[in-house]
Each structure stands twice: as C-alpha cells, then as structure tokens.
C-alpha cells in the first residue's frame, strides 16, 4: 500500500483543512487530547502547525507511568517548539473513583468503566473548548474510526473535526517521523490506556494493524460474501494471521457498525 508519496504536502493540507474549517466555524483555538500514543500525538502537532491557539491536555487516569511519562513529553516538546501552544494538565483518577463509588459495585463493569474514562476526558476537553471557543481534535485513525469501530461512542468518538480519520495507522507513523515526532512514542505499541493491565490494541483487537489495513484497503468484504471467496478474490493463498485478520475485522465491524453509522432517526 503506497497511497502517500509526500507527508509535507500532506501535513500542509491537513493544516490547511484544519485553519479553514476553524474560519468557517468562527471559533478561536483547538482542543486536544494528548494520551502519549501516536495517534495523539501527530494530530495535537498537525493542531499545532496551524498557528491557530492550541490547548494540549494531559489527562490521566491511573495511567501506566510509561504511558503518562511519554505523555508528559510530548506535551512538553508542543510547549517548547510552539508559542501558540498551552498545556494543560489534569489528573482525572479522583473523578474517576468518585463515579465509580457513586454507582456503586453492583452498576460497574470493566467494559464500561474503561469506556467511562474515555468519557470522563471527552468531557473535559469540551469543558476547555467551551471556555476557549475551541475545536475537538479528533485522534482516531481510517481503521479504528470506519473500519472497526475501535474507539467509544461519546468518548475519544466525540469531537468536531477529524484530521487524520482518513489514514492508516502505518500512515500516521509515518507522518509522526516526518513531524519529528519522540521515537520513542513512535516505536511505542499502541495502546487505548483505558485499562490496569496495560493490554495494547493489537491484544484487544486479535490482529496486527498492518493485517486489518490490509483487509480493510483490499475490500475483501465489498466483493466477497462468503470467507471461501477471499482467496480467489486475493489471488493468492492467505497466511494465517491474514485469516485471523479477516476474521477479526469482520467480528469488530459488525459489532461496532451502531457507533459508525449514523444514529436512527424515526420520521413521519
């Protein structure tokens, strides 16, 4: 897959999509979250680029000390390479554990605790957009954001504008490099950090980033009704984690389609 032959025109346009749609919204600043994965942290520099205001967040939340350390880094580095730039950090574990006491033992669950998180910080985001007539910068990445829905509805999937929606994972590495963005975020695994154990991605999803780009830029299931098909339609024999790749992307887009599509609107 070779879709991008220059990432500075690429940053130049998604910069430029993200100024004038700032301009046509008549809002002042960006807001966004920086969790010390790359996702994160190339949209918060392409946010940055802009010249527009930029208020970059840390928001922990019993985060792993690796995780938040890089956080804290690259936050850092915004405020060092950008004057538009102001970080802004808030340690959420309280509100966290408050909620949880509220509801109490028997209306919590892991799954959406960890969702809960999510939400905790969409919420504190629009809280400083609010305040600073800002935009939520969207984090999520073209396989995660409309290929398995792997992000929580009102949580890091509530924002108003998405700059790097449309690539890959694999792109935005690769732009993360051009960006000068810490090695060290870019070689991190990716993970959502909404969970104790420090489990990646890769370990919730069953597959490979680059294994699901590869189902989801192939249209395997555009052209292919029954898994028998794939082969033939591929034109090749699959490896095994190419079959466990099909298999898990299709798992994840049909349970996740409810966050991906629009919500059901009953008319007269």
């Known amino acids: 897959m070779n879709r991008i032959t220059?990432?500075?025109?690429?940053?130049?346009?998604?910069?430029?999509?993200?100024?004038q749609y700032r301009r046509d919204s008549g809002m002042d600043s960006f807001v966004v979250g920086v969790s010390g994965g790359i996702d994160s942290a190339v949209a918060s520099t392409l946010a940055a680029t802009t010249g527009a205001p930029v208020y970059a967040l840390g928001m922990p939340i019993h985060q792993k000390p690796e995780q938040e350390n890089l956080s804290d880094e690259h936050l850092h580095w915004l405020k060092m390479n950008f004057p538009n730039v102001t970080v802004l950090k808030y340690n959420l574990t309280d509100v966290f554990e408050s909620f949880k006491a509220t509801l109490g033992k028997e209306s919590v669950?892991?799954?959406?605790?960890?969702?809960?998180?999510?939400?905790?910080?969409?919420?504190?985001?629009y809280q400083v957009a609010g305040l600073k007539r800002g935009l939520v910068v969207g984090t999520g990445n073209k396989v995660e954001d409309y290929g398995v829905g792997f992000y929580t509805?009102?949580?890091?999937?509530?924002?108003?504008?998405?700059?790097?929606?449309?690539?890959?994972?694999?792109?935005?590495?690769?732009?993360?490099?051009?960006?000068?963005?810490?090695?060290?975020?870019?070689q991190a695994p990716p993970t959502d950090g909404l969970w104790d154990d420090g489990r990646t991605d890769e370990?919730?999803?069953?597959?490979?980033?680059?294994?699901?780009?590869?189902?989801?830029?192939?249209?395997?299931?555009?052209?292919?009704?029954?898994?028998?098909e794939v082969t033939q339609w591929v034109g090749k024999e699959l490896t095994l984690e190419q079959k466990a790749a099909i298999r898990q992307y299709q798992k994840f887009n049909t349970q996740n389609k409810h966050k991906m599509e629009a919500i059901p609107t009953f008319k007269l």
Not at 164 to 179: F, M, N, P, R, T
Not at 206 to 218: I, K, N, P
Request: charged content about 25%.
């Open 203 to 228: 370990d919730q999803l069953g597959a490979t980033y680059e294994d699901l780009e590869w189902v989801m830029e192939s249209k395997i299931f555009e052209h292919c009704s029954d898994p028998t």
């Open 109 to 125: 669950g892991d799954l959406p605790l960890a969702n809960t998180r999510s939400r905790l910080r969409m919420v504190t985001l």
């Open 153 to 186: 509805k009102y949580g890091d999937g509530g924002v108003d504008i998405a700059p790097i929606a449309d690539l890959y994972k694999s792109e935005v590495w690769q732009l993360g490099v051009e960006l000068g963005v810490n090695p060290r975020i870019v």
């Open 6 to 19: 220059d990432y500075i025109e690429l940053r130049d346009r998604i910069v430029g999509f993200l100024n």
